[in-house]
C-alpha cells in the first residue's frame, strides 16, 4: 500500500539528505533521545523504578516497570534502538510503557553503554550482563522464575538476536520469548543483498546510504561483520532459539533482514510469528503507534507475550 498519508506529510517536511553530512553523535543524540509525548500522556503502569546494576564490564542504569499490583510476574527485557550509539530510558518509555501494560510483564529497560565511547561488544555485553543479573534476582523483582523473554527495536533487534546466541551458548540463563521490531541484523553494507534496501533507499527516515556510518561508531577498530553476534543473520545454525515474534514495516531499508531471519528460524524449526505493518516506515513505534493502522501492536505483542506463558 501507500505511505501512510499522515506519514507521507512528515516525510514531506523533511529536508533532502546531504551526501556530505556527516553525524556527530552527541548532536544526533539531542534529537533521537527526546521523547514525543510527555509523561502525563503516556500510557500509565503501576510503578516505574530507576536502578543502577552492577556488572562485571560497567554499572548500568536500567528502569524497572511494574504493569500492575501483584506477586509474581513474568519478565522481558528491553534493548532500545538507536544504531548503538544513540537512544536511551528516556527515548523509549513511551514504547516500552504499553508493553507492560498490555502484556502483563514486568519491564527492565536496559540502559547499555553507547558507541563510539564503548563500541562493539560493550552494549551486547551490557544486555547479556543484565538479563542474567535479572535471572539472579527472583525475589527483589518478584519474577516467577519460568518467563524470561527480551525485546528489542532496530539495532535493539540486533542486540536480542545476538544474546539469544550467547544464551544458548553459555547455558545460564534460559530465554522463553523473542521480540524483534525491525531489527537491523545484518551489518555489512559492502552491498545492498536485500531489495528493501534498494526499493526503500532514500525518503523513508532512515536512508539505505547513512547506514554504514551510522553503524560505523558501533564497528570501530575493524570489527568483522561475518561474526553472528554483530550480524546475526550470519548465524548458520537458529535450532533451539527462544520462540520468536518479528515485526517489519513496508517502507524500511531493513525490512528484508528482518523477514529473512523470520524465514530462517522457521525453517530451524523455532516457532515464528512474522508481521508486516503495510504503508509504514523503520522506526514507527512511538511516531506513529496513535494512527489507528497501527496502533495495534502493543495489543499483538501484549498477546504473543502472553501466549503459552508458564505457571510458576
Not at 548532536?27 to 509525548?37: G, N, Q, S, T, W
Not at 536511551?88 to 508493553?99: A, F, G, K, Y
Not at 561508531?217 to 533451539?240: M, Q, W
Request: hydrophobic content about 35%.
Amino acid at each position: 500500500m501507500p505511505v501512510h498519508p499522515e506519514i507521507k506529510k512528515v516525510l514531506e517536511f523533511i529536508p533532502e539528505s546531504d551526501p556530505n553530512f556527516k553525524i556527530i553523535p552527541e548532536e544526533h543524540r539531542k534529537i533521537f533521545d527526546a521523547p514525543v509525548l510527555p509523561v502525563e500522556q503516556r500510557v500509565q503502569v503501576h510503578s516505574v523504578e530507576e536502578k543502577t546494576i552492577s556488572t562485571p564490564e560497567a554499572d548500568i542504569p536500567v528502569r524497572i516497570y511494574t504493569p500492575e499490583e501483584g506477586d509474581s510476574f513474568p519478565i522481558l527485557m528491553y534493548f532500545h534502538g538507536g544504531a548503538f550509539f544513540s537512544g536511551n530510558l528516556e527515548s523509549h518509555d513511551e514504547i516500552v510503557r504499553p508493553i507492560a501494560a498490555e502484556s502483563g510483564y514486568k519491564v527492565i529497560s536496559v540502559g547499555y553503554r553507547l558507541a563510539p565511547e564503548h563500541p562493539y561488544p560493550a552494549a551486547l555485553k551490557d544486555c547479556y550482563n543484565v538479563t542474567k543479573w535479572a535471572t539472579e534476582h527472583q525475589e527483589e523483582l518478584q519474577w516467577d522464575g519460568k518467563n524470561l523473554a527480551i525485546a528489542g527495536d532496530s539495532s535493539g533487534g540486533n542486540l536480542v538476536a545476538a544474546v539469544t546466541l550467547i544464551a544458548r551458548e553459555k547455558q545460564e540463563i534460559t530465554i522463553t520469548k523473542q521480540i524483534l521490531f525491525y531489527p537491523s541484523l545484518d551489518l555489512d553494507f559492502s552491498e545492498f543483498r536485500y531489495p528493501s534496501l534498494v526499493e526503500n533507499a532514500k525518503g523513508y527516515f532512515v536512508e539505505s546510504h547513512t547506514l554504514a556510518e551510522h553503524n560505523s561508531f558501533y564497528l570501530k577498530g575493524g570489527v568483522d561483520t561475518d561474526n553472528p553476534l554483530v550480524s546475526p543473520i550470519r548465524e548458520e545454525n537458529l535450532e533451539g532459539l527462544p520462540e520468536a515474534l518479528v515485526i517489519t514495516a513496508e517502507y524500511d531499508p531493513m525490512r528484508d533482514e528482518g523477514e529473512l531471519y523470520a524465514e530462517k528460524l522457521e525453517k530451524a524449526g523455532v516457532p515464528v510469528e512474522l508481521k508486516r505493518y503495510e504503508g509504514v516506515t523503520h522506526g514507527f513505534l512511538g511516531k506513529f503507534t496513535h494512527l489507528d493502522e497501527y496502533k495495534d501492536i502493543y495489543a499483538f505483542t501484549g498477546d504473543f507475550l502472553k501466549s503459552a506463558v508458564k505457571s510458576s
